[in-house]
T-cell receptor, first 109, second 113 residues
């Protein structure tokens, strides 16, 4: 049983399109992180959100933490080929981290 | 900044051989973790150490042992490697507390033949 469900699992879009990735759970987390992982490398932290309803922007990426701190979304505006990678969400409770299975994004030039 | 470093990056083992994956962090973090990542399975926790001197089993601990050598170092040992342990292994660390975030090493690619 996966504590965090990510959708979609795979996404292939054209350069310039917008997209949203979802990370859902029935559990409450003290914080939630988003990572991007490229082939042959470890996950690299993009953002940490802590407060319910919090919205953070990182250039063309917008992250939102649900009001109840159970879910999150990642929206990318005008996707570029450099955005290609595996996007992982992770929820923290105490010292434990629970990961979604990831969304594999391919941006076609 | 080094962050989390792990060694070796690549290793090929024969079934039954043993080996130790080394991990060190320079962020003065309290907690350290070992994960494995397999296609379609995501990141699965093998063992973690909430603080120096403590270790706990994660989701998939069978076939592995760990040692929290000091606050900086957390090693993962395979006593008798099996082909099912072919995977990519990631060490990670976190500070703990509010806004807790986990930081990863670059991974160790292990193949057991």
């Amino acid at each position: 049983t996966q504590l965090l469900e990510q959708s979609p699992q795979f996404l292939s879009i054209q350069e310039g399109e917008n997209l949203t990735v979802y990370c859902n759970s029935s559990s409450v987390f003290s914080s939630l992180q988003w990572y991007r992982q490229e082939p042959g490398e470890g996950p690299v932290l993009l953002v940490t959100v802590v407060t319910g309803g919090e919205v953070k922007k990182l250039k063309r990426l917008t992250f939102q933490f649900g009001d109840a701190r159970k879910d999150s979304s990642l929206h990318i505006t005008a996707a570029q080929p450099g955005d290609t990678g595996l996007y992982l969400c992770a929820g923290a409770t105490g010292n434990q981290f629970y990961f979604g299975t990831g969304t594999s994004l391919t941006v076609i030039p | 900044n080094a962050g989390v470093t792990q060694n070796p990056k690549f290793q090929v083992l024969k079934t039954g051989q043993s080996m130790t994956l080394q991990c060190a962090q320079d962020m003065n973090h309290n907690s350290m973790y070992w994960y494995r990542q397999d296609p379609g399975m995501g990141l699965r926790l093998i063992y973690y150490s909430a603080s120096e001197g403590t270790t706990d089993k994660g989701e998939v601990p069978n076939g592995y042992n760990v040692s929290r050598l000091n606050k900086r170092e957390f090693s993962l040992r395979l006593e008798s490697a099996a082909p099912s342990q072919t995977s990519v292994y990631f060490c990670a660390s976190s500070r703990g507390g509010s806004g807790n975030t986990i930081y990863f090493g670059e991974g160790s690619w292990l193949t057991v033949v």
